[in-house]
């Protein structure tokens, strides 16, 4: 089975950054689109940057240009660079595997105080 293990959050002011890290157990990482959502406090998991098999990246508008998606195959390793940081985007972080089926990581918690 796939594994996902997200790492890298924490507690942090406003205008600061994090990098967030998922660390994937499986041998078709380079050929998997992988994502990373987020689902805060009272509200619905939303997808928020997604990363192809050739590096193609999405954002959600409300991220754009602050958040980076990246992924290093050699290290089954998908990124998340967050800066300028918000109180807005506090919560739970969690990365996702879409191949055949789709496998989630059990999340990290992000919190920005303002």
């Known amino acids: 089975q796939v594994q996902l293990r997200e790492s890298g959050g924490g507690l942090v002011q406003a205008g600061g950054s994090l990098r967030l890290s998922c660390a994937a157990s499986?041998?078709?990482?380079?050929?998997?689109?992988m994502a990373w959502y987020r689902q805060p406090p009272g509200e619905q998991r939303e997808l928020l940057a997604s990363i192809t098999t050739e590096s193609s990246t999405n954002y959600v508008d409300s991220v754009k240009g602050r958040f980076t998606i990246s992924r290093d195959n050699a290290k089954n390793t998908v990124y998340l660079q967050m800066n300028s940081l918000k109180p807005e985007d506090t919560a739970v972080y969690y990365c996702?595997?879409?191949?055949?089926?789709?496998?989630w990581g059990q999340g990290t918690q992000v919190t920005v105080s303002s």
């Open positions: 499986g041998s078709a990482f380079s050929r998997v689109t």
């Open positions: 996702a595997w879409h191949g055949f089926a789709v496998y």
